[in-house]
């Protein structure tokens, strides 16, 4: 136990009271069971006039293992459930007969910066990162922290940091009394070792953070500070319920006394951890990291190459889309096209989306001006002899991307990586004419790639360890979570995608309003409802992709005429203002009153429905989400069979990063546990027997729901080819 803490006492007169457990001092039982024994030996001592606590290797704390959280537990007695917030953190630190003060580098988030709460000052370096991360993974803070920081920095913005778990540095901390002071790394116990005895001295004041009230706002201000956190928390996430437990817990500190609240704080922290929101939200936190852990790779230890420089071959909205993302992040971009009509269009296009950028709030003036620095046209190759990325966005013609991966083999540096974002040919054949099959890989951003953060890196047997490693890393810069793949022809990620958006269009031309459908989709939890999300793609963009899935799998696809008759009307989505919805000048979206009398029945007329049209007009929310969701489910599955991710997890992830997917349910295969294979299996089966084969459920859901097995559960069939 002795070993996750330290104890050192100076000639002082201050214990340096140090948490070991790297490589982020995470808290855990032991942790706090070592901490707190060597805290009293320490207050113990005649020879010890004031405590500093601090972390290992320049890191306070990262908190909690998050591993202790979405258990089964039992029922706890008073004692259990006060031990840690309590009886340690406010009966031992806080009311410690010497001075505490926590000497902060690195992280000190969750518990590690509630430990720091309770002692009696806080000193930091400027780098240092705070906060209360807890309600990411569906608890609340638990030893003291609802309390403890409205008290030091005012509601309001306690509120923000614990709500928003948002992290703040150093400087910002001081700026709100946080932290008491800054001090660089290499003198921060000093510093803190002279605080506390300046406290112990009464040089300096005694604070217990508990029982602060100046930072507080007055009564009646601060109930109308609440009740907007409950109103705005309602309305961002409707379908959970933690954030308004949190602030019901700090309410009853500010109204009432808050040790007492204390005890309430531990009782929903013990509620909290069991709940499903919670599992899902560890589940996701997991997944996300499992997700670059790569069979055969992440063993060798390669560090990533640097890529400065990347070129774009071809025209379209795609090319023009990612060569305004990479500029953004400060990538040198080379457009290349065949002529200087079509190299003007796609540089505008270019240009044009970084001043949508700008007028959009999501850029400045000075980062417009240098993403046009970035950017530059070409229509040969002499350019290419210092680019370390070529991303292939050519028309779908095997030959001509072929003759263009030979080209780049002759022009292009031996550590220059070639991708292509085509779905259509598999990168075998593209990579055919050349001799360096080694460094070719694919990558897929999604249907919105500016708006996701998520990217798609497609890898053969053949494609180098050193390349993959080098495609995650550019996709991390790009601030974007890359999921590795096997080759195969298709998307995988934006095949559920438009599977997803196609289901609503079969639904809306079966008589369900659109508008009731991304109701549905949004109170569920979806970032976007599906007809938002094509008017932000546009029509010219999700005809084009959807044509090319209905022809590779025309047998389990849906052929829509809906978006030809509004393009006929001359709506593209939002670039043109009109879409499903209408759109003011600054891009608000508004339902059109004359969507579905004018134009979706004209499409269900002319689509020849032969199913009683009346019948889905009659589903509830949960039945059109079914019907919508299920059949991206059903794809994914698909998808697990084949072999084509590493873990069905990873498609969980994709479906929360790439389609909008609510992280609070686990992703799309997790959500699955909620219901069974058995229920999926018979609800795909039905609406196959009434609206056709692209409700049919695959092999790997007809397998499951025969074993009784959830979709989860891989088995050897579904095993990766990665």
């Not at 190459?305 to 990612?322: F, Q, T």
Request: aromatic share 8%; glycine share 8%.
């Amino acid at each position: 136990m002795a070993r996750k803490t330290a104890v050192e006492v100076g000639a002082d007169g201050v214990a340096v009271v140090t948490i070991k457990n790297p490589p982020l001092n995470l808290l855990s039982v032991d942790v706090i069971l070592s901490l707190k024994e060597n805290i009293e030996g320490v207050l113990s001592r005649d020879d010890v006039k004031a405590i500093v606590i601090t972390g290992l290797n320049g890191k306070f704390s990262g908190g909690f293992d998050v591993t202790v959280f979405g258990g089964i537990q039992g029922k706890k007695t008073n004692k259990e459930l006060g031990f840690m917030s309590i009886q340690f953190v406010t009966d031992t630190l806080e009311a410690a007969k010497k001075p505490l003060v926590a000497a902060i580098d690195g992280p000190a988030f969750g518990g590690g910066l509630e430990i720091a709460l309770a002692c009696h000052a806080r000193i930091s370096t400027s780098s240092a990162q705070l906060g209360l991360t807890e309600l990411q993974y569906g608890i609340l803070p638990g030893l003291g922290g609802t309390q403890r920081l409205p008290r030091l920095v005012g509601l309001q913005k306690a509120l923000e940091m614990i709500l928003m778990s948002k992290r703040v540095n150093g400087e910002e901390a001081l700026r709100l009394s946080l932290v008491d002071a800054i001090a660089p790394a290499d003198k921060l116990l000093k510093v803190a070792r002279q605080w506390s005895l300046d406290i112990f001295e009464c040089r300096r004041p005694w604070v217990l953070s508990l029982y602060k009230t100046d930072k507080l706002e007055p009564m009646g201000e601060a109930k109308a500070i609440l009740n907007s956190a409950r109103i705005q928390a309602q309305r961002q996430n409707p379908n959970v319920m933690h954030p308004l437990v949190c602030i019901d817990v700090i309410e009853q500190g500010i109204v009432s006394d808050p040790r007492n609240a204390l005890w309430k704080e531990a009782e929903a922290l013990q509620e909290l951890r069991q709940s499903s929101t919670c599992r899902s939200l560890v589940h996701t936190f997991f997944s996300q990291r499992q997700i670059f852990k790569i069979p055969g790779i992440s063993l060798m230890n390669l560090q990533p190459r640097k890529i400065s420089k990347v070129a774009i071959i071809g025209g379209g909205l795609m090319s023009s889309e990612i060569a305004t993302m990479l500029t953004l992040r400060n990538y040198q971009v080379i457009l290349k096209e065949k002529n200087e009509k079509n190299l003007s269009e796609e540089i505008s296009r270019a240009k044009e989306n970084l001043q949508n950028q700008v007028k959009h709030g999501k850029a400045t003036q000075n980062d417009l001006e240098k993403a046009f620095s970035l950017l530059s046209g070409v229509l040969d190759y002499d350019y290419f002899k210092e680019v370390d990325l070529v991303i292939e966005a050519e028309t779908e013609s095997l030959s001509l991307k072929q003759e263009i991966f030979a080209e780049l083999e002759k022009w292009c540096p031996q550590h220059c990586i070639f991708t292509s974002n085509s779905s259509t040919f598999s990168l075998r054949s593209v990579g055919e004419r050349t001799k360096c099959q080694n460094r070719i890989a694919r990558v897929h951003f999604c249907l919105l790639p500016a708006g996701m953060p998520f990217m798609e890196i497609v890898r053969t047997e053949g494609t180098s360890p050193q390349v993959t490693v080098d495609l995650i890393d550019f996709g991390r810069k790009l601030r974007k979570t890359p999921i590795v793949v096997i080759d195969r022809k298709g998307c995988t990620v934006n095949d559920m995608f438009v599977t997803y958006l196609l289901a609503a269009i079969l639904l809306s031309e079966r008589g369900v309003e659109v508008y009731k459908i991304d109701q549905a989709l949004e109170s569920f939890g979806m970032q976007f409802g599906p007809f938002r999300i094509i008017d932000m793609i546009g029509f010219q963009a999700f005809v084009a992709i959807s044509k090319m899935f209905v022809e590779r799998i025309p047998d389990r696809s849906y052929k829509s005429i809906l978006l030809s008759v509004l393009q006929h009307h001359e709506r593209e989505g939002r670039c043109n203002g009109k879409g499903f919805y209408k759109y003011d000048n600054c891009g608000k979206a508004y339902p059109d009153p004359e969507l579905n009398n004018k134009y979706i029945k004209k499409a269900g007329n002319l689509s020849n429905v032969t199913v009683d049209a009346a019948k889905p007009t009659k589903l509830s929310d949960t039945e059109i989400v079914e019907m919508i969701l299920f059949p991206a489910l059903n794809e994914a599955c698909r998808i697990i069979f084949q072999g084509i991710v590493i873990r069905s997890s990873d498609l969980d992830v994709a479906s929360v990063l790439g389609i909008g997917f609510p992280t609070y349910r686990g992703g799309i295969i997790y959500w699955s546990n909620s219901f069974g294979s058995n229920y999926v299996h018979s609800r795909l089966e039905k609406w196959s027997e009434e609206y056709g084969d692209f409700f049919k459920p695959c092999d790997y859901i007809l397998q499951k729901s025969a074993e009784g097995i959830s979709l989860e559960k891989e088995t050897n069939q579904a095993k990766s080819k990665l």
